[in-house]
């Protein structure tokens, strides 16, 4: 059998919860769990927007007759919605092999002491509250049966923090902090804990959403730069959901090429001293 034959065999039969998977990479990381699984998983895709969830379960289950998968409106910042979403879910869909913590923004780019509280508060109940509401839950169950790989979409700005970034990278710093706690606890077990910290990112709408609408200082953030895109990330997270059982990819920091343009748009030119 050649080393990748049996990614598939793998995957087969597989459960696969994703947040934010309306969108993104948590858009494309279902589809490529798909083509790696052949179609033959179950996925769980959730986000806000419904109708692009339905979508993509449409163009899924078109190209993949095998393929089960349920889709479901959970905003991950009500956090007294995820546990009942979990308890509810049909029996089919109970048992949770991976769970994608993808769902998650950034907003704004201001110095501390002019940020928004609500941003404040979106961001926090994102990217912190309802991933850690989520992870407890889905963790009890995974404890239940000893298996299943928890995968936390981190970021470089949970990492090396920059200016304008107070308040996203300090909810990334705190999912990176709480994956640390949640892989220790859990050495001892078949649970896999897996971080991904992309840097900059080409989706569509990720700086969309951190300006608001405004989309040519969004265009800005990857110009003159070779981003990473959505796929890229997306072919990551399936790579690691299908190593052997007894590997466990822990983190991996991920950036594009020719990044200094970045650079340069969150600390300054390089040049200046
Ligand atoms: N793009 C980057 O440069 C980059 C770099 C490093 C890390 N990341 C991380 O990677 C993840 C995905 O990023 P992305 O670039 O794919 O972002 P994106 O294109 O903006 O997609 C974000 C996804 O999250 C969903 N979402 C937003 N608020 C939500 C809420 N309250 N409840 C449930 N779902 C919600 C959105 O769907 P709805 O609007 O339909 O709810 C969408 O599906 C995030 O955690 C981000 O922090 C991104």
Same mark, same amino acid.
């Given at each position: ?9 793998? $995957? ?49 289950? &078109? ?6 998968? $349920? ?33 998650? &923004? ?168």
């Amino acid at each position: 059998m050649s080393i990748f034959g049996n990614i598939a065999q793998r $995957l087969a039969g597989k459960n696969i919860f994703i947040t934010g998977a309306s969108t993104g990479i948590g858009y494309l990381t279902a589809k490529y769990f798909a083509e790696a699984g052949a179609g033959n998983i179950k996925l769980i895709l959730t986000a806000r927007r419904k109708e692009k969830l339905d979508a993509l379960k449409e163009e899924l289950v &078109k190209t993949y007759p095998n393929i089960k998968v $349920l889709t479901a409106s959970l905003d991950v910042s009500k956090i007294a919605t995820i546990r009942p979403f979990v308890k509810e879910l049909p029996k089919e869909f109970s048992e949770i092999d991976v769970l994608v913590n993808n769902a998650g &923004k950034a907003l704004g780019l201001d110095p501390i002491g002019t940020i928004d509280t609500k941003d404040v508060e979106e961001m926090f109940s994102t990217n912190v509250l309802g991933m850690i509401e989520l992870t407890q839950t889905v963790v009890e169950l995974m404890k239940g049966r000893n298996k299943g790989d928890i995968i936390q979409l981190g970021s470089v700005a949970g990492r090396d923090p920059y200016p304008g970034g107070g308040i996203y990278c300090a909810t990334k710093a705190a999912l990176r902090s709480f994956t640390h706690v949640l892989r220790k606890e859990l050495i001892n077990t078949k649970i896999r804990v897996i971080e991904i910290e992309p840097g900059n990112v080409a989706t569509d709408e990720f700086s969309l959403v951190r300006f608001k609408g405004d989309a040519s200082r969004a265009a800005n953030v990857y110009k003159d730069t070779e981003p990473l895109m959505g796929e890229d990330i997306a072919e990551l997270i399936v790579f690691t959901a299908t190593r052997k059982e007894n590997t466990v990819i822990a983190e991996t920091l991920v950036f594009g090429t020719n990044q200094a343009s970045a650079f340069h748009l969150y600390r300054g030119p390089l040049d200046k001293k």
